[in-house]
């Protein structure tokens, strides 16, 4: 009995690795660690690129001085908090499945023993 309860563990951890996993690729997050009862999640800001700093130069506005524009910080706070709803949205959906699976089940055993 342990044996099995320890294998239905697994696969339900699986399961649920595999829905953060795909959600934060989606979102170009990195999924660093798995801290057993919680993931730690990142998503990395990525250097201005020479054409963002001739576009800066070119406006000559004081309110960028850091080494990333305003856009990129923008989307990337956007796909992270996509990311996490994706996230909220699928396990949901997997277990509203899963219980509409046990009913399934139940009425078709119930069913055959009639």
């Given amino acids: 009995m342990n044996e099995v309860f320890q294998v239905r563990t697994m696969i339900f951890v699986n399961q649920i690795s595999d829905i953060v996993h795909s959600c934060i690729?989606?979102?170009n997050g990195i999924t660093n660690k798995n801290l057993g009862d919680c993931y730690l999640l990142s998503w990395k800001f990525k250097?201005?690129?020479?054409?963002?700093?001739?576009k800066?130069?070119?406006?000559k506005s004081d309110k960028m001085n850091s080494n990333?524009?305003?856009e990129k910080v923008e989307e990337l706070?956007?796909?992270a908090i996509l990311g996490?709803?994706?996230i909220i949205?699928?396990?949901k959906k997997y277990f509203i499945l899963k219980i509409m699976q046990r009913q399934q089940n139940k009425?078709?055993?119930?069913?055959l023993i009639i």
């Avoid at 250097?47 to 001739?54: A, P």
């Avoid at 800066?56 to 406006?59: K, R, T, Y």
Wanted: with cysteine; charged share 45%.
């Fill in 68 to 70: 990333l524009s305003n």
């Fill in 89 to 91: 949205k699928k396990i």
């Fill in 77 to 79: 706070t956007d796909c």
């Fill in 47 to 54: 250097e201005k690129t020479e054409k963002d700093k001739d």
């Fill in 56 to 59: 800066e130069n070119d406006i």
């Fill in 84 to 86: 996490y709803l994706k």
């Fill in 107 to 111: 009425c078709t055993q119930q069913f």
């Fill in 25 to 27: 690729d989606i979102f």
